[in-house]
């Protein structure tokens, strides 16, 4: 079976990304998770543990990585953030990779929330850029638990301003209402499939 094509998913934090992955799961579409695959990786048993522990041994405990402790040591070390990415990121890609052989479909989703920021649009066949309102956004992060106006502000900083992924999007799903998401992402589905389908009929 020839690769499926990858529709890269990405979206600011509050956008709702995780709904509108829901969504494509649905619909039967297979979807790869960054935060999954992170996820696995700091697990006790996870391929990031040994190469972390070498590098911030107090960051490591019997439940894996203490994301916490992490964290503290990204936030007092200069370049402690390039040093960690420099880790994780060929893992992470390393598991989209071995996900994207294993697929039996003609489409599948990766769900990387930092896509642009990280360069990874350059692997994908498309990419959807879910959005919402600003108010919206700030409203929807403000009320997890912990969450403050300063620390959204930091996270915002770190992330390329949403007017800007929509700018570079293939699509752009807006998640203002469940139902109007709900219609975008069969719209983008059927859009793909009728393109996948018309080159077929090319060949």
């Known amino acids: 079976m020839t690769k499926p094509f990858v529709i890269g998913l990405t979206g600011s934090i509050g956008m709702g990304k995780s709904t509108t992955v829901e969504m494509f799961r649905r619909h039967g579409i297979p979807v790869w998770s960054a935060d999954d695959a992170v996820h696995n990786l700091y697990e006790p048993d996870g391929a990031a543990v040994a190469p972390l522990q070498r590098l911030c041994p107090a960051a490591i405990t019997s439940r894996g990585v203490d994301r916490e402790a992490l964290s503290d040591w990204i936030a007092r070390t200069p370049g402690g953030l390039s040093q960690i990415e420099s880790i994780v990121h060929p893992l992470v890609a390393q598991d989209r990779r071995k996900f994207l052989e294993s697929v039996r479909s ?26 919402a309102p600003e108010l919206e956004q700030r409203r929807r992060v403000l009320a997890r638990d912990g969450m403050t106006e300063e620390k959204l502000d930091i996270i915002l900083a770190n992330q390329m301003p949403d007017s800007e992924k929509r700018s570079k999007a293939d699509y752009i799903i807006e998640t203002t209402t469940l139902e109007a998401a709900e219609a975008q992402v069969q719209n983008v589905i059927e859009q793909i499939e009728a393109k996948l389908s018309n080159a077929r009929n090319r060949t």
């Open 106 to 131: 003609d489409v599948a989703v990766v769900d990387i929330p930092l896509l642009f920021e990280t360069g990874t649009e350059g692997s994908v066949d498309a990419v959807v850029v879910v959005s």
